[in-house]
């Protein structure tokens, strides 16, 4: 039985990125892009709406950060896996993305298809 | 007809996004994508590109290739244009990248290229021979240098902004001379004395240049 593509949640403030991520993910079997999400009050409600599996969560955003949108949306959907996206290396990362529920962290220019799968495919318990 | 363009990107993520952006553009060709160096010159030879647009850092040591890139294209296909794409306004960089002139070249912050009209604008300036330089670049390079008298630009003569506007298209001594029915000791001297107000006095020569120019453009923006 084909298992549904995974649907996948794109926050981040900047066009460019939310293309760029599209692209990535329309090359990357077994995931699909069902949103996008300008802010993280805008993703926390897009997450309540499309019901995702996977949100690609850009750090940087205009009103509550990515990581507290993490937050939020972790409160309100344990099940939903977040994974964070910035420019910032993982050294530089803020002290409380660390504990805000996101699985991993992403260095923008690391995010490519085999990347995110295996991102996926380690946090899913072998069946 | 359409612009023909080479990418080359090292990042999955910008490579891809710039990719598909481009990819609805009935004004942009794309004839090679490339992901370091020498996958990069090879398509220069071998597809004929109007414009480059490439990161600096990529494969194989991730410090300048872009730079050297565009410096190959100046001496294979010179009326090719480039738009060099920087993770920071770097001065060194810029005016590495911007000594032999700044005719048909473009600076951008990768930032900018969220914006695709503001990529484009660069890509379409570049294939017909002109310059952009990202204003962050601009500020750096200001900031950089000695906090001068405001506008330094304004102690020049009538006779030396004209100069100052030639060089800026990227020319000679000689084709400035000839272009203002001057002599080329005239020219120099006259390129001398902006260096001079400009305050420019200690640079090597090629990057007081680059930098008077771009003082320049700056202005003109």
């Not at chain 2, 600096?56 to 294979?76: C, K, S, Y």
């Not at chain 2, 090597?204 to 700056?218: E, G, I, N, Q, S």
Request: with cysteine.
């Amino acid at each position: 039985m084909p298992t549904r593509p995974v649907p996948v949640l794109i926050v981040d403030d900047q066009a460019f990125f939310r293309v760029a991520a599209r692209a990535v993910l329309a090359v990357t079997p077994g995931f699909a892009a069902v949103g996008e999400a300008c802010s993280g009050e805008e993703a926390v409600t897009r997450v309540d709406e499309l019901a995702p599996d996977l949100v690609l969560m850009d750090i940087h955003l205009p009103g509550i950060s990515g990581i507290e949108a993490t937050r939020q949306i972790r409160a309100a959907h344990p099940a939903v896996v977040v994974v964070l996206l910035s420019t910032y290396t993982a050294e530089d990362l803020p002290a409380d993305a660390r504990d805000c529920g996101a699985l991993a962290y992403l260095n923008k220019e690391d995010f490519q298809p085999e990347v995110l799968e295996r991102i996926w495919v380690e946090r899913e318990p072998a069946l | 007809m359409p612009i023909k363009v080479v990418l080359a990107e090292d990042s999955y993520l910008v490579r891809e996004g710039v990719r598909r952006m481009l990819a609805n553009e009935p004004e942009i060709e794309l004839l090679a994508v490339c992901e370091d160096y020498d996958s990069l010159l090879a398509a220069i030879a071998s597809t004929q590109p109007d414009v480059v647009l490439t990161d600096i850092r990529m494969p194989p040591t991730n410090t300048d290739e872009g730079i050297r890139a565009a410096e190959r294209l100046r001496q294979v296909r010179p009326a090719a244009g480039v738009v060099l794409l920087s993770q920071y306004a770097d001065p060194a960089y810029a005016l590495a990248f911007l000594e032999r002139g700044t005719e048909g070249r473009a600076y951008l912050l990768k930032e900018r290229v969220a914006d695709l009209d503001q990529l484009l604008a660069a890509i379409r300036e570049v294939a017909q021979g002109g310059s952009v330089i990202d204003p962050k670049v601009v500020e750096a390079l200001v900031a950089a240098r000695s906090r001068a008298a405001p506008s330094p630009l304004a102690r020049l003569t009538p006779r030396e902004r004209e100069v100052l506007s030639l060089l800026a298209e990227g020319r000679s001594n000689a084709a400035v001379a000839e272009g203002l029915v001057l002599s080329e000791r005239a020219v120099e001297k006259h390129i001398n004395s902006i260096f001079a107000k400009l305050d420019l006095p200690e640079a090597r020569d090629a990057h007081r240049r680059v930098k008077a120019v771009l003082l320049f453009l700056a202005e003109q923006g």
